[in-house]
Nanobody, 115 residues
Framework: QVQLVESGGGLVQAGGSLRLSCAAS????????MVWFRQVPGKERESVAA????????NYADSVKGRFTISRDYAMNTVYLQMNSLKPEDTAVYYC????????WGQGTQVTVSS
């Protein structure tokens, strides 16, 4: 069973940066696209960034384009989300998974951006 573990969240002031990590135990990400999602209480989970594991092609939500960068590390079997120029509206719990949520959800990592 694949276990997803997200880390790297925290409290940061507006304009600051954070780098999130998503690691998997139990299998490799090879062959999967991976997505960073975020969720605010009372709202649906939304996709913010995606990456093809094989090609490295990326896709971003308009709300984060130009500020967030998704990347992957083959050797570490890890997906990253570099978040720059953070805004209070980026505050959420961030999760990773495949586009069709094929793995069990991890606990996520809380990102809080203060104004």
């Amino acid at each position: 069973q694949v276990q997803l573990v997200e880390s790297g969240g925290g409290l940061v002031q507006a304009g600051g940066s954070l780098r999130l990590s998503c690691a998997a135990s139990g299998r490799t990400f090879r062959g999967y696209a991976m997505v960073w999602f975020r969720q605010v209480p009372g709202k649906e989970r939304e996709s913010v960034a995606a990456i093809s594991w094989s090609t490295g092609n990326t896709n971003y939500a308009d709300s984060v384009k130009g500020r967030f960068t998704i990347s992957r590390d083959y050797a570490m079997n890890t997906v990253y989300l570099q978040m720059n120029s953070l805004k209070p509206e980026d505050t959420a719990v961030y999760y990773c998974n495949t586009p069709r949520s094929e793995f069990s959800w991890g606990q996520g990592t809380q990102v809080t951006v203060s104004s």
